[in-house]
Every structure is written in C-alpha cells, then in structure tokens.
C-alpha cells in the first residue's frame, strides 16, 4: 500500500516527551510566579526607601524563565530523543525481521533478551510464527518434490512402454494395454488423491450434521470384500455419535483408515476393530488393526505425504502413499486431532477426535 510520507515514531515520541517537559515546567514556573506574587506588591507611589515590587520582580524573572524553558526544550529533545530510540530499539528489530521474512528468509529469530513485557511477548509471537511458517514451507517443498517424484514415475513408465511397443510393431498389445491401464490407473488415483487433499487443506467444504457411527458402517461395507479376500475380520461397535462437517470428507477419512488397516495387516487371521464413542465435548471414531510391530519413530512419520511405512506389508493395494495425510488433513479441516499409537501385540491404533455436533436450536 502506497502512503504519503509523515514523521517518524521516534521523532514523534519525542516532540511528545519534549512538549511535555516544556508544559511541565511552564506550570511550575507558573506556580513559583504566582507563590511570588502574593508577597510583593506593585509599585503604587514613589517611597524614599528602595524596596522590590512586581515590576522589578518581572524584570528580573522573565530572563530566567527563558532560560529555563530554552533548558528544558533542549534537554527534552535530547533526552526524549534517546529515550525514544531505546525504547523503539526492539521494534526496529522486529521490523527487520520482518523486511527479512517478506524476503524469504524465514530461518531467522529475534530472540529479544530482557524480561517479559509487551515488546518481547510480540517478539515471541513473531519467532513462533517464524518456526511455523518454516515448518510448513519446508512441508510444502518437501511434498512438492514427492508429488513431482511420484507423478513423474507414472509418465516415466508409461514412455517406456510405449517406446518398447514402437521399436517392436509385431509385439503383442494386449500385455502392453494391460499395463499402460495399470499405469494411468495409478496416475489418476494420485491426482485424485492430491485434489482431495488440497480441497481439505483450504476447508472449501459445506458442513452438515453427520453421524460417524453410519460412516464408519457404510466405509466398513464398501471394503468388507477387500478384507474376506484377505482374511480379515472386521469388528464394529458404537452409538449414534454425531458429528458436524463434511459427510463425504469424513467418509473418505473413515474409509482411508480401514483400507490402511486392512492393507498394514497380518497375512491371514488379521482383525480390524472400527469403533465410535461420544463425549461431552467431542466425538471419537478409532480404527485399530493386528499387524507388525512398529516403532514409535515410525509411528511419528506415517502421516507424512508419500509415507507408506518401512518394513510394511506391501500389496497391490497400498495405494499411492497419501492416505494417512489425507486424514491428518479432513482432521485438521475439520477441527480435530489424530493420533496414532503402536499397538504392543503389533499393529496401529488410529483415534480421531472432532468436536461434538452443536445442539440443534431451530427445533
């Protein structure tokens, strides 16, 4: 935004300081004048004794009234003008921090010494949406070059196919077709996995009142086939437990959850356990599966973008490495917490807390 140009704070502090010691001290000598006055009358006759009266007193106090306040302009201007400055010294600080982080360099911190006032409680904010900003650019960037690599892999293959099929005219296409299928298949599901993370990420989604309880039923029979197949069971348990947000984001999140558990299982006699819970304040929908031991450090890495989980199971069906993030995110969107927890027999233990459904008041 283009503005006029105008003074300075700290010339404008002190002006303030100076013009306030100016009016201070004109109100003592005010009082001194005045405290005079009573004392010494004016000269009404000539006397034959020299004695002072108001008029010699005028003379001889109006110098020294300029003096002091000429004293007192220029100690005010001088004093203020380094009072201002050591007071306005943290803000130059933060404003450089500033100029450095519309910059790009978000790395930086003010880290302001001192005891705790208003300028280091800004200065405090100001590092701790430093560290943030940091952290999610890093996250972006870091998602941007696995969303790159993983698109890229698709397109790559497919290249290769279709070279392989022109430098060979009579090889069979139905293999080749098969596989450029699988491929774009791949590719697509990525895409769509990006849009719907993107979409949850920038909340454009209408809210509604939801049951989680119906969600997790409809998730649980949509992938009840993938499960027998795999011997599976799946056990589910729960009350009406209302909700309020999106009905297809959270059967996505829900949905997500129980593929990832009856994918990261074990190879056969595996269970799954989708259960809902309702409290006070919030609503909790929990997704628990056998499977392998994990660490807590693996734990902490699986809601990253692309992180499908070192040493996990491994099938045709492990999706494309964003299902955890996409729940992290309809969390998020959706005002929630996730967290996940190694199971101690293995497995994961996923519970998603979003806020209770506000009391219907049009009834």
């Known amino acids: 935004m283009d503005r006029q140009p105008g003074l300075s704070v700290r010339l404008k502090l002190t002006l303030s300081y100076a013009g306030f010691i100016m009016l201070t ?16 009358p004016w000269r009404l006759a000539p006397a034959p004794w020299s004695i002072p009266d108001r008029i010699d007193l005028l003379a001889a106090f109006l110098p020294k009234v300029a003096i002091v306040l000429a ?50 409680e800004l200065a405090d904010a100001f590092d701790t949406m430093l560290a943030r900003l940091e952290a999610q650019v890093a996250e972006q960037q870091r998602f941007a070059a696995n969303a790159s690599h993983e698109l890229r ?20 296409n139905g293999e080749l077709v098969d596989r450029l299928r699988f491929v774009n298949t791949r590719a697509i599901d990525l895409t769509e996995a990006l849009l719907l993370l993107s979409r949850a990420d920038q909340r454009s ?6 049951d989680l ?32 947000g999106s009905h297809a984001l959270l059967l996505q999140l829900t949905t ?14 595996g269970t799954v356990w989708v259960t809902t819970s309702v409290h006070p304040k919030t609503v909790v929908l929990t997704v628990e599966n056998t499977g392998e031991k994990l660490t807590p450090h693996l734990v902490s890495t699986l809601v990253e973008p692309f992180q499908r989980g ?33 199971r101690p027999a293995g497995g994961l233990r996923v519970t998603v807390q979003l806020p209770a459904a506000p009391l219907d008041t049009g009834r």
Do not use: C
Request: glycine content about 8%; proline content about 4%; hydrophobic content about 45%.
């Open 25 to 40: 001290g004109a109100l003592l000598l005010a009082v001194v004048w005045v405290f005079l006055l009573r004392y010494i």
């Open 71 to 120: 004293f007192l302009l220029v100690f005010g201007l001088v004093g203020g003008w380094i009072l201002a400055g050591s007071m306005l010294a943290p803000l130059t600080r933060i404003t450089n921090a500033t100029r450095l982080a519309a910059n790009g360099s978000l790395s930086h911190r003010i880290q302001l010494e001192g005891r705790e006032d208003e300028f280091r």
């Open 153 to 172: 892999t698709p397109l790559a293959i497919t290249q290769t196919l279709l070279d392989v099929a022109r430098s060979d005219p009579h090889r069979d």
């Open 205 to 210: 989604f209408t809210r509604e009142h939801v």
């Open 213 to 244: 309880s119906l969600i997790a039923e409809e998730a649980t029979e949509t992938l009840l086939p993938l499960a027998e197949k795999r011997g599976l069971t799946i056990e589910t348990s729960g009350d009406i437990t209302p909700a309020f």
């Open 256 to 269: 997500n959850l129980v593929h990832n558990a009856i994918v990261h299982n074990l190879p056969e006699q």
């Open 310 to 342: 070192t040493g996990r199971i491994r099938t045709d069906h492990t999706g494309v490495g964003l299902g955890l993030a996409i729940v992290k995110s309809i969390t998020q969107a959706h005002d929630g917490t996730l967290t996940l927890t190694a």
